[in-house]
């Protein structure tokens, strides 16, 4: 096996025994030839658009094979030989769509090879051993790292986006214009693209492809839940039975919430989905009882210790232990072998497992946290907040989020917000929050001093936040009194600095480390172009931001 699309990969530079997620090589060999056959059924499914002829059941599987393989979602083999399957149909279907098309057009349909053609082998060892002929070694020797680590840019910035389609569609909204490009930059992908150029050009519109699918899934979240309002979220358990619920997906947390009601079985949130409660539609159950935990890499403590069941809906699941292996369910993309996977909308099975859970024997603490803070929010703040600069209350704002992880360099993030004068803001998106969030920042007047804008999708509305703000300063993004710092993780943080680097913002510090797809020789592309800089330390990297 050989991947390297996460940031903790093995050593810096690639799982190649076995991934440091969980990841065996039997789902990696897997999950390279689901990757090479998405790209021909885009193949077809672009040219039958260049014709007019689209298939949604095509759209969708081409969106969720790709979620499926970003870190820390689907470790079952199985699932991904059953993905493998279904792809082959969705390719045929693909296929006839574009012949049908060509018909209708009097054109000769052209011959595709590659990934339009690829057909699997009869043996599971011989499928196994084919996906050799597709790994991104193999690609390493011919082409090069650099062109290889520019095309996984472009496919780890797809697969982040098709995440954040994957929940837009669950909620009924969807955009033909963005499968079409999702079609269009796996038809790129698939020619086997060698030139530089192009390819960062691409880089930079998958971008602006991944800004337009967020903007797609604030709309499916604000209108289907309300605008989120800053709400204060317990982050102690309240006696009483409880159903823990982690990952992105806040369809499923309705779900859930609509299908315990009077149950007197309490809801918290974990990880990504504390944004949750700032939701009008969500937060007016009061059995959503409040937050609990933190970060995805703490999981397998915490759940050990939750005394009910856990719904994983999306990334990012680690290996569960035997000790709640049995009270785990998976959801949506996600997968474990033998883990309970839930097909539907229904969640008895999970709450007849939560009866029979202790429960919380006792109340927890009141102590609770703010969140809440979209973009219709800090709009309604914006007023409050030129008036804190222009009267020297408020210095500057610092976005420090992202994705967290597990590596001891990534406490700089704590640092740095400990560490930010008083006089300044910290607007934060993301699971990386979580190494500060339940700190006292205390205010700046009205304004709190930490602003929680949401999941890492609602980086949007930071961005939104940055926009509404130059909009009143009538400056540039990049001449607001604004420092952006990010913490990355998996494919979708790529896609979101991919979007901000679209936008043109410059002086982004990412850390803890480069990702080991993107060589020197890209990285030194991006630090030219738009003054990307690595982390370094919390006090050094705070003074030249104030300074600057
Ligand atoms: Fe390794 Fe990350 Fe790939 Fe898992 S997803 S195998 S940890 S690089
Ligand atoms: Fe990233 Fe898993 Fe936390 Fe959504 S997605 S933020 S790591």
Redesign the pocket.
Known sequence: MFCYQCEQTAKGEGCMKFGVCGKDPETAALQDLLNYLVKGVSMYAHRARELGKADREVDVFTVQALFTT???VNFNPDDIRDEIERGLQMRQKAKNLYEQACREAGQKPEGLDGPAAWLPPDSDSELLEAAENFSIERRQKELGETVTGLQELIFYGLKGSA?YVDHAHALGYENDDIYGDFHDFLNFLAENPTEVEDLVGRVLSAGELNFRVMELLDSAHTETYGHPEPTPVRIHPEEGKAILVSG?DLKDLKDLLEQTEGSGIKVYTH??MLPAHGYPELNKFDHLAGNYGG??QNQQKEFDEFPGPILMT???LQKPRDSYKNRIFTKNRVGWFGVEHIEDGDFSQLIEAAKEAPGFEEDGGDETILVGFGHNAIEQAAGDIVEAVEGGALRHFFFIG????AKPGRNYYTKLAEQVPEDCAILTA???KYRFNKKDFGTIGELPRLIDTG???DSYSSIQAALTLADAFDCGVNDLPLNLVVSW??Q??VAILLTLLHLGIEDIRLGPTPPAFVTEDVFGVLQDEFDLKLINSAESDLQEMLNA
């Open positions: 970003v870190t820390n995440a992105h990880g990504e970060a995805w999306t990334n990012c992202g994705c967290d992880g993301a699971c990386g999941q890492c999708n993780f998996e979708k943080a």
